[in-house]
């Protein structure tokens, strides 16, 4: 029996599931299965031992792979693709490691919400084919030391 992987939370703030979102291409798992954070800061925090698998040009998303394989998609706010980038800062390069807790990206929470922009955050394993058994934690979380995702790699 394997043992169970974990997923730290990214950002400090709410919990709650996927498919309480909005939007259909997240409440609907089109892209996979997870949470969706509302932020209370402006920062994302690496929720694993892994590397930066895709920044996009417009900053809005982040695609992490960790040790063992599991892809994570972190999708800033809904529909910030349209900002191109404005507000959005990664604080690590596509290709670079990173360990748990350390600092990846940071966005002005309250520009974008000034500028109409939910910033509920979904965090999603896109592989979720390898992946069984998750059980997703609700509630306040505590970047780098609140578990938000625990799962068992189909092997």
Same mark, same amino acid.
């Not at 169970?4 to 979102?21: E, F, N, V």
């Not at 409440?27 to 932020?39: C, M, N, W, Y």
């Not at 809005?60 to 349209?82: C, S, V, Y």
């Not at 934690?137 to 790699?153: A, S």
């Given at each position: =029996? ?5 997923? &730290? ?14 939007? /259909? =291409? ?13 932020? &209370? ?7 694993? !031992?892994?590397? =930066?698998?895709?920044? /996009? ?6 695609? #992490?792979?960790?040790? !063992? ?18 507000? #959005? *800062? /990664? ?6 490691? *990173? ?17 109409? &922009?939910?910033?509920?955050? /979904? ?17 306040? =979380? ?14």
């Amino acid at each position: =029996m394997s043992e169970l992987k974990k997923i &730290y939370s990214p950002l400090t703030g709410r919990a709650t599931d996927i498919t309480a979102m909005a939007d /259909p =291409m997240f409440s609907r798992k089109i892209l996979g299965d997870g949470v969706a954070i509302e932020p &209370y800061e402006g920062r994302i925090y690496a929720p694993f !031992d892994g590397e =930066m698998r895709v920044i /996009p040009a417009t900053k809005h998303a982040l695609g #992490l792979k960790a040790k !063992d394989g599991t892809e994570l998609l972190i999708h800033i706010g809904t529909d910030t693709m349209k900002l191109a980038g404005e507000g #959005l *800062f /990664p604080r690590v390069r596509q290709g670079q490691c *990173f360990k748990r807790g350390e600092l990846i990206m940071e966005f002005d929470i309250e520009r974008l919400k000034s500028l109409g &922009y939910s910033v509920t955050t /979904p965090v999603i394993i896109t592989g979720a084919g390898n992946v069984q058994d998750m059980i997703k934690h609700m509630g306040d =979380m505590t970047h780098g030391e609140t578990v938000v995702m625990e799962y068992k790699l189909n092997i």
